[in-house]
């Protein structure tokens, strides 16, 4: 079945710092989806990617999705606390346009202030 | 609106005992999922549902069951409980038609402990 890869599990940061997390799949995927949940919280949706090759901006978060439609990214420029939490990849299968969906592990991030 | 709600917010089990989750939406989405959550797991779909009456198996069904008699409301059962099902649950609907793209909205979770 689908596999959908995530790294780093963890990261650290100071608070002004970059921070990149990285979602790989072993299938092509029909669109991708990233997911932020803060701590004790639920998933809340952030955005969705459809297009190979395809660059989102949201403020300071900047979301790619690889030419093959097989990896995706998200950084964060200039860090804040309000950024702590869990981002999560989540990808549907090619040919697909909705439905069910494969989430990566996670990223959790941690800002230090 | 309410959005996606669950009930219980929290529950204590014992092993062999029975239990269900409760999930509605006031959205009128047709797609729902019920998912677990566990340390370094991410999150995995352990049933689903594309319409009311029907259901289907994710990623992680054994020791779970779904019922979806109403649009608005999807149900987890869970018949015998055991150690390995204490995890926080989440449900999620979404639109079921390309318009909207399946975003999926989560509720708030249910965490259950079996002890």
């Known amino acids: 079945g689908q596999q959908v890869m995530q790294i780093p599990q963890y990261q650290h940061v100071q608070e002004g710092e970059d921070f990149t997390t990285y979602c790989n799949s072993s299938?092509?995927?029909?669109?991708i989806q990233w997911y932020k949940q803060r701590p004790g919280g639920h998933p809340v949706f952030l955005i969705q990617?459809?297009?190979?090759?395809e660059v989102k901006k949201q403020k300071r978060l900047t979301f790619q999705f690889g030419e093959a439609k097989k990896n995706s990214s998200l950084h964060i420029t200039a860090t804040q606390t309000t950024d702590v939490g869990t981002y999560f990849c989540?990808?549907?299968?090619?040919?697909?346009?909705?439905?069910?969906?494969?989430f990566g592990q996670g990223t959790i991030l941690t800002v230090h202030p | 609106n309410a959005g996606v709600t669950q009930t219980p917010k929290f529950r204590v089990l014992k092993t062999g005992q029975s239990m269900t989750l409760l999930c509605a939406q006031d959205?009128?989405?047709?797609?729902m999922y019920w998912y677990r959550q566990d340390p370094g797991m991410g999150l995995r779909l352990i049933h689903y549902?594309?319409?009311?009456?029907?259901?289907a198996k994710g990623e992680v069904p054994d020791g779970y069951n779904v019922s979806r008699l109403k649009k608005q409301n999807f149900l987890l059962g869970l018949e015998s409980a055991a150690p390995s099902q204490t995890s926080v649950y989440f449900c999620?609907?979404?639109?079921?038609?390309?318009?909207?793209?399946?975003?999926?909205?989560f509720g708030p979770g249910t965490r259950l402990t079996v002890l």
């Open positions: 990617l459809v297009k190979s090759g």
């Open positions: 299938t092509t995927l029909s669109n």
């Open positions: 989540a990808g549907r299968p090619g040919g697909t346009s909705y439905g069910k969906l494969t």
């Open positions: 999620a609907s979404s639109y079921g038609g390309l318009a909207r793209r399946g975003t999926q909205y």
């Open positions: 549902s594309v319409g009311e009456g029907t259901t």
């Open positions: 959205m009128n989405h047709e797609y």
